[in-house]
């Protein structure tokens, strides 16, 4: 793509960055709360755009400056020196215009949410919830590495450990971005703790990441909610305390349910679990854009289509592969502990390759 092009979209970016600028300090703006906090998000999306865009126009300059210099200067000193300035300024622009094309992509708003990260045993018995227990502690060292915050609100445990299924909230920045790749049917190979003739079994576990809803991305009706209070239970079936702290949801036009046992109050329970279900609701229509994206990048198809094997974790050859790009790594018990940035980076560098195709900026 030539440079008129970037910089022609580049100078539409800026012409909507002041004009959002303009518009968040309107008195009507500011006291139209969801208006506000909307232009505020896309201020701040658009900021990083706007900086690269400056640091851009300043390259072109310079690089313009070196050529007259060589074009009028007689002192061989002075051409010699704009040469190679000219020669060092020409090697950034290439790197520089690729790192503008991802910039300028249209992204996705859902990207910049908080995430709830759900995971279920699938096939496999009691092996699969241990599968889903490890999980769970490779995805909470992770988000402990990224300094994102990490709430359980319901989990059901496996009868030999590990979990059945288990469901967290997790808010940081720009965490659903991360860990939407994560989507999908995550398959183990190794010889189960319950195995005596130490044979190698496969068995699976689901993730599902869904972006948190907002405040002002669902409406709720109250009718619509039927609640039911009971007491919260914790391992082995006892009853963690006396009192019905522990919620369900029930939203009756949808027939969804969200139960949340958070062990400490009846109001705090509430709030997550109307979050949750908030959630739920925002994500029946989200999911139709994900189908439409499924089709077009193999780096979500996992998203639209949560029944897919994404990755698979080999102990009997160390292996860990992710199947959307082929990429194999030999350091399994580093993944297993929480190292997965090298695999998210990858598969943006890849999603990011496939939507530069999508968009003809290429």
């Keep these: 793509m030539g440079k008129n092009l970037i910089l022609d979209k580049l100078e539409g970016v800026k012409t909507r960055f002041q004009e959002v600028g303009e ?12 208006r506000y906090v909307k232009l505020n998000k896309e201020y701040k999306e658009l900021e990083p755009v706007v900086a690269s ?7 072109l300059s310079n690089i313009d400056d070196a050529k007259k210099i ?12 704009a040469k190679e300035e000219l020669d060092e300024l020409l090697e950034k622009v290439e790197p520089f215009e690729e790192e503008l ?3 300028l992509l249209p992204s996705d708003p859902e990207d910049k949410k908080n995430a709830v990260l759900e995971i ?15 999980l769970y502690r490779m995805y909470a060292k992770y988000i402990e590495s990224k300094r994102w915050k990490m709430e359980v609100s319901n989990f059901t445990e496996g009868t030999v450990g590990g979990y059945k299924e288990i469901i967290l909230s997790v808010k940081g920045d720009g965490v659903y971005g991360i860990l939407k790749y994560e989507s999908g049917v995550h398959r183990v190979q190794r010889v189960p703790q319950t195995e005596t003739q130490g044979r190698v079994h ?8 869904l972006p948190e809803a907002g405040e002002f991305d669902v409406e709720i009706k109250p009718e619509d909610i039927k609640r039911d209070e009971y007491c919260s239970s914790g391992p082995g079936g006892q009853s963690v305390n006396t009192t019905y702290s522990a919620i369900r949801l029930t939203h009756i036009p949808t027939g969804m349910v969200v139960t949340c046992q958070d062990q400490k109050s009846k109001l705090k329970n509430l ?6 279900l908030r959630t739920r609701l925002y994500n029946l229509e989200y999911q139709k854009y994900l189908d439409e994206i499924s089709s077009k990048r193999k780096t979500m198809v996992s998203t639209g289509d949560r029944s897919a094997k994404i990755r698979t974790y080999n102990y009997p050859q160390g292996r860990v592969t992710d199947h959307r790009i082929n ?10 502990n929480g190292d997965i940035q090298e695999i998210i980076d990858k598969l943006q560098m890849a999603e990011n390759a496939e939507r530069l195709k999508e968009s003809g900026l290429n």
Excluded: C, H, W
């Design 23 to 34: 518009l968040i300090t309107l008195p009507d703006i500011i006291n139209d709360m969801e």
């Design 202 to 209: 496969t068995s699976a576990a689901t993730v599902a990441v």
């Design 101 to 103: 094309k991802i910039l």
């Design 120 to 134: 279920r045993a699938g096939t496999g018995g009691d092996e699969a919830s241990i599968f889903a227990g490890d």
């Design 271 to 276: 709030d997550k679990a109307m979050a949750e």
């Design 70 to 81: 060589l074009a009028t200067e007689k002192d061989e000193e002075m051409r010699e020196m």
């Design 53 to 59: 865009y400056d640091q851009y126009k300043n390259l």
């Design 327 to 336: 990429l194999t790594m030999y350091n399994l018990q580093a993944i297993i």
